[in-house]
């Protein structure tokens, strides 16, 4: 296989839990990548994309595949959780990394406006989706992208997470979901502090329940806060 240029990574953390959607509480080793195609004014991790706070020399490495795929074989941890930032603005790279990681269990977590390669799709476990709900996004990004959504529902290991701050939103995500025929549907609270998720889980619980959707907590903020790398 000819060397490529590597993957511009933000972060490498684990072994800790994957915090949110179906595979909550599960061990998991963390790949952040840099980059994004979105500018969401409230996204929590801007240090992945956005230049006019942070610079790119000072938050973005560039690392080989093999030398990352090292990093994940020194740690008997199955799951492997490639996060962003958007992973799939580097996915020839990302894919390179899959193929040398045969026996991990790998989840893509990614805002829903990229098709993934037919190979990629291959080597992962699940897709986590979350495609950005209007109050949201930022004025002039297009985060919702139908094509995208139907490609990735069609892989059959897409689950959508909408981010969610009030219950008057969910009509926007049952309008999401019904159009796309998006058939895992996920809710979680926004939040950044443990008593921001634990009240935005109340208030939201009734209403998803009711809706027939599944409910998200964040489980390392809950234990966190908000600290990085956990
Ligand atoms: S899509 Fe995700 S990583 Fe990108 S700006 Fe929005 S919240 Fe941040």
Do not use: Y
Not at 55 to 61: H, L, Y
């Amino acid at each position: 296989m000819p060397a490529g240029r590597g993957l511009l990574i933000a972060e490498t953390f684990g072994p800790t839990f994957q915090g949110e959607g179906p595979s909550t509480g599960r061990q998991a080793l963390f790949v952040r990548l840099s980059r994004c195609n979105l500018h969401c004014p409230k996204c929590d991790t801007p240090e992945t994309w956005d230049w006019a706070r942070f610079k790119p020399s000072e938050v973005a490495t560039r690392h080989s595949v093999e030398d990352l795929a090292a990093w994940v074989a020194a740690c008997t941890v199955q799951r492997v959780i490639v996060s962003g930032g958007e992973p799939l603005l580097q996915q020839a790279e990302l894919l390179r990394l899959l193929q040398l990681l045969p026996d991990r269990r790998v989840e893509i977590e990614t805002n829903g406006t990229i098709v993934p390669l037919p190979e990629l799709v291959d080597l992962v476990e699940a897709f986590n989706v979350s495609p950005k709900l209007a109050g949201f996004a930022a004025l002039g990004d297009q985060p919702i992208n139908g094509a995208v959504l139907r490609a990735l529902e069609a892989s059959g290991k897409a689950r959508f997470k909408f981010v969610v701050s009030r219950v008057a939103e969910l009509d926007e995500v049952a309008s999401v979901a019904a159009e796309f025929a998006l058939t895992d549907v996920w809710v979680m609270p926004e939040g950044t502090s443990s008593g921001a998720v634990i009240e935005g889980m109340r208030e939201l619980a009734d209403a998803v329940l009711a809706r027939g959707w599944n409910l998200s907590t964040r489980l390392h903020v809950l234990i966190w806060e908000n600290q990085r790398g956990r």
